[in-house]
Nanobody
Framework: QVQLVESGGGLVQAGGSLRLSCAAS????????MGWYRQAPGHQRELVAM???????TYGAFDTGRFTFSRDITKNAVILEVKSVKSEDTAVYYC????????????WGRGTQVTVST
């Protein structure tokens, strides 16, 4: 079984920054990809950023200029940093892993709430 452990999030003041981390319970290169999605109230879940095992990175379709996505292979983790947070960043952020090669399915974290206060 693959488990994803998310950390970070919570209440953040507008204009501040936040850092989310997600660690996998297996070697990150056993996974096809790993990344972050988010779901705001009343909206569909959307990709924020992800990276494949072949180092191909992708950011979401919205304006991600304030977002920095990275991978820490020593911790089998992916990190999402957001600067100058805005109210529209309020959402539940979910870690995702494509574990189809390893165990035949996608894995989702439980999600971590990010609330931006204005």
């Amino acid at each position: 079984q693959v488990q994803l452990v998310e950390s970070g999030g919570g209440l953040v003041q507008a204009g501040g920054s936040l850092r989310l981390s997600c660690a996998a319970s297996v070697n990150i290169f056993r996974l096809n990809s790993m990344g972050w999605y988010r779901q705001a109230p009343g909206h569909q879940r959307e990709l924020v950023a992800m990276i494949t095992d072949t180092n191909k990175g992708t950011y979401g379709a919205f304006d991600t200029g304030r977002f920095t996505f990275s991978r820490d292979i020593t911790k089998n983790a992916v990190i999402l940093e957001v600067k100058s947070v805005k109210s529209e960043d309020t959402a539940v952020y979910y870690c995702h892993a494509d574990a189809s090669r390893y165990m035949g399915k996608d894995i989702w974290g439980r999600g971590t709430q990010v609330t931006v206060s204005t």
